[in-house]
């Protein structure tokens, strides 16, 4: 896949079968609507390209408020590129871009760099300033433009509509299960190892502390999950806590994970994917250390009985 990230570093292209949005997550609902475009370009004998954005808009327009983001750039990149997109454009997301009308976006943007024969987008997608571009937008300059345009209606898991935003609400309540499988891929984000109190090899349960590699990333409820780190294209399972250690009285937030299996070498500092595969419990104040560390054995018993079947239904990407 080609990547562009910036308007002005694109090489023109012709005959392109094209899709628009900030596919925050990339559900499933995202997907069909990239599987479409793909698949229409594959018929026509054509490149499928992608426009999408970063920051977020809404991170940019909506400042005041926190945004959290279900996946960042890199990871909707490795993904896209997993879909068989050709070509991806990301614009860079500022204040100034934002004013531009959705008339302007397709005659600046649109039509000279990759001078589509078809757009597919999602029922509910806009663009341009005040978000004025929509399908109806689209279909009236394409009869003026020669390009086809697909409006793809919404995917839904049984009566519920797939969005980012139902998705961010699961996650937010921690059930990670059921967001994965509206995702169509496996909660998680990019990490960076970080130094964290020791106390866990204390206890001999030793642990990595981690911190989202984006700020902005959206984080499960608090409590103790089933998870796996992806480290140097090698999949390690574990438990990973997430909260204040309540047990020590301590009051900023962490991220841990106790892997099941050994790590070799020092990974402070470097990058790896954690995955949130099932929740296990509530984040708890125990009387004592031996309490807590009872409780862990018996998560650690419980997370090696999941093991075998999460090798077997998902094995490691």
Sequence with gaps: ???????????????????IGSYDGLHRGHQEVINRTVAAAGVLGNQSALITFDPHPKRVLRSSQR???????????????????????VIPFTHEF???????????????????VKIVIGIDHRFGHDREGDGIFLEGYGKRGSFEVE???????QEERLSSTHIRNLIRQGNVQKASLELGWVFGFDAV?????GRGHLLNFPTTNFIAKDPAQLVPKRGVYFARGVID????????????????????FSMEIHFLDDLEGDMYGKSFEVQFLERIRDEKKFDSPRELVEQLRKDRRFCLSLVGKYRQEEPCP
């Design 233 to 252: 294209d090698r999949c390690l399972h574990g438990m990973c806590n997430l909260g204040y250690r309540p047990t020590f009285g301590e009051n900023e």
């Design 98 to 116: 934002s004013k531009m009308t959705a008339g302007e976006f397709l005659e600046d943007v649109v039509v000279p760099c990759f001078h589509p």
């Design 67 to 89: 945004f959290h983001l279900l996946m960042d750039i890199d990871k909707k990149l490795r993904l896209l590129e997993d879909l068989d997109v050709d070509i991806a454009l």
């Design 151 to 157: 409006i793809v209606d919404s995917v839904k898991d």
């Design 193 to 197: 190892v970080v130094k964290g109190s």
């Design 1 to 19: 896949m080609v990547i562009y990230r910036r308007i002005e570093d694109v090489e023109p292209v012709t005959n392109t079968v094209l899709t």
